[in-house]
C-alpha cells in the first residue's frame, strides 16, 4: 500500500514537499516514482527514483530544476520536494512503484499506486 501525505494550496513561487509511505511492502528493493493528473489530462510522469545504492534519478523536463525526488528506505518513504512552484504543476500527485526502469514514463509501467494527493498553486 502506498499512502501520499504533503499536499495542499500555495501560491506560484512557494514549495510544497509529498511524502509517499509504504506500508506492508518495503521500498528497499523496488523503484519508486511520482506521477500527476491536473483534470481532463492525462497522468504524466514527474520524477523516479532506483532502490539501489546510487540512487539514481529521472525527471520530466517541465520540472527539472525545481522539483527533487529522494527516499529513505529506513522509514519505507519516498519524498518529492517541489520548489518554485507554477499554476501549471496544479494536479493530483500520485505515488508510484514496481516499473522495471526509473525511465519508463508510461503509467502502465508501473505496478502500484497510491491514492494521490491534492496540489493548488494560485497565481
Known amino acids: 500500500q502506498l499512502v501520499e501525505s504533503g499536499g495542499g494550496s500555495v501560491q506560484a513561487g512557494g514549495s510544497l514537499r509529498l511524502s509517499c509511505a509504504a506500508s506492508g511492502r518495503t521500498v528497499k528493493n523496488i523503484h519508486m516514482g511520482w506521477f500527476r493528473q491536473a483534470p481532463g489530462k492525462e497522468r504524466e510522469f514527474v520524477a523516479a527514483i532506483t532502490w539501489t545504492r546510487s540512487n539514481t534519478t529521472a525527471y520530466a523536463d517541465s520540472v527539472k530544476g525545481r522539483f527533487t525526488i529522494s527516499r529513505d528506505s529506513a522509514k519505507n518513504t519516498v519524498y518529492l520536494q517541489m520548489n518554485s512552484l507554477k499554476p501549471e504543476d496544479t494536479a493530483a500527485y500520485y505515488c508510484?512503484?514496481?516499473?522495471?526502469?526509473?525511465?519508463?514514463?508510461?503509467?502502465?509501467?508501473?505496478?502500484?499506486w497510491g491514492q494521490g494527493t491534492q496540489v493548488t498553486v494560485s497565481s
Open positions: 508510484a512503484a514496481g516499473a522495471r526502469s526509473i525511465f519508463s514514463t508510461t503509467p502502465p509501467a508501473w505496478d502500484y
